[in-house]
């Protein structure tokens, strides 16, 4: 486990690349002091500190771990329904493929301790973690589980959450019978 923070780390990784300055990073550790990794992450991406390219080439040397850009991507949607969408937004995670018995996962902490565990409880692959932005991740997850707007039960109302739940539930079932 890493003995210095997250955001040290990051800051670190920053100057290191010449991507900021040591003022930057001076006032970096001052504003972010008692924030966590996720909001500090987000401030860098949102308010064009860093670049998105640069910044998860910087995740991923940090993680030592590949890096995705969610944004834009079509995930397989039976590959998430393999997952609650609650496990996926708490974990901030997404399953990005299957290659054979592995399944690529996109992760915003992809050292978190407990996550192998965890989605051991939902699959029986060997399990291979990129990393990239919770924000992002947890966005894409949302984008996969929130109902269409052109979902409509029978009477042409439109569905809710539950509704969407069972009407998947029922494809899933019908898929897997032919």
């Known amino acids: 486990m890493r003995e210095e923070t997250i955001t040290e780390s990051l800051i670190a990784l920053l100057l290191e690349r010449s991507l900021i300055t040591q003022d930057d990073a001076n006032k970096l550790r001052q504003d972010f002091a ?3 990794e996720t909001a500090f992450i987000s401030f860098l991406k949102d308010e064009g500190v860093v670049e998105r390219d640069d910044l998860l080439d910087v995740l991923s040397e940090l ?3 590949p890096s995705f850009d969610v944004v834009g991507h079509f995930f397989d949607h039976q590959q998430l ?4 969408k609650g496990f996926l937004l708490r974990h901030g995670i997404i399953p990005l493929e299957v290659d054979e018995n592995m399944l690529i996962v996109v992760a915003a902490d992809p050292e978190d301790p407990n996550l192998l565990k965890d989605i051991g409880e939902h699959v029986s692959y060997d399990i291979h973690f990129y990393v990239s932005f919770r924000d992002d991740i947890c966005d894409a997850v949302k984008e996969y589980y929130d109902t269409a707007i052109t979902e409509v ?3 042409g109302e439109p569905l809710d959450d539950k509704e969407v739940d069972e009407v998947e539930m ?7 019978d032919e």
């Not at 329904?81 to 609650?84: M, N």
């Open 63 to 65: 993680y030592q771990r």
């Open 153 to 155: 039960t029978e009477d």
């Open 170 to 176: 029922e494809i899933l079932s019908e898929q897997e």
């Open 81 to 84: 329904l393999k997952f609650p």
């Open 34 to 36: 008692r924030s966590d």
